[in-house]
Each structure stands twice: as C-alpha cells, then as structure tokens.
C-alpha cells in the first residue's frame, strides 16, 4: 500500500503516513471525542472507523484521492471541516 497525506482541516494538522492503515485511527481518534450528530458519526465511522477504509482505498486507488466534510456541533450551530486522504 503507498504513502497516504491527510489532513482535518480545522482539526488536525495535514501529516504524511506509511499508509492508510496507519493513517485511519489517528483520523477516527481525533474525532471520536466531537461533537457530531449521530448519524453523522455511524457515517464517518462506516468511512474510517475501526474495521473501515476498504472504500476509501478503493477511492485512493481509482483516483489518489478521498474526502468528506464533518460537520463539527448543533443542528444549527456547526462547523465543517473537510477530511481529505490522498496518496503521495
């Protein structure tokens, strides 16, 4: 598997990893702990969660690159930061 950068914008700072494999829980760990509406974090989690990623790299390996945005907070009070995975 090929080096991966991603990066939480707002949230987590762009980083290079070995791989997708290591990349994926420092993600799910920075936004575990957020305030994300339910539904929201089952679809994150899907996306990168523990177990996860097979879309994403499938995502990686068909065009280098993934994103989604999280939206941080309330109904209507929130945030959105991209997450964004692309191969190096």
């Given at each position: 598997?090929?080096?991966v950068?991603?990066?939480?914008?707002?949230i987590?700072?762009?980083?290079?990893?070995p791989?997708l494999?290591h990349a994926?829980p420092?993600?799910?760990?920075?936004?575990r702990?957020?305030?994300?509406?339910?539904?929201?974090?089952?679809?994150?989690?899907?996306?990168?969660g523990?177990g996860s990623?097979?879309?994403?790299?499938?995502?990686l390996?068909?065009?280098?690159r993934?994103?989604?945005?999280?939206?941080?907070?309330?109904?209507?009070?929130?945030?959105?930061?991209p997450?964004?995975?692309s191969?190096?």
């Open positions: 598997m090929n080096p950068h991603a990066e939480i914008t707002g987590m700072l762009p980083a290079d990893f791989t494999d994926l420092v993600l799910w760990e920075r936004i702990g957020l305030p994300v509406r339910a539904a929201h974090r089952d679809f994150i989690r899907v996306c990168i523990p990623g097979d879309g994403v790299a499938r995502c390996a068909r065009s280098g993934w994103s989604v945005t999280l939206y941080v907070g309330e109904l209507t009070r929130w945030t959105a930061h997450i964004t995975i191969t190096l």
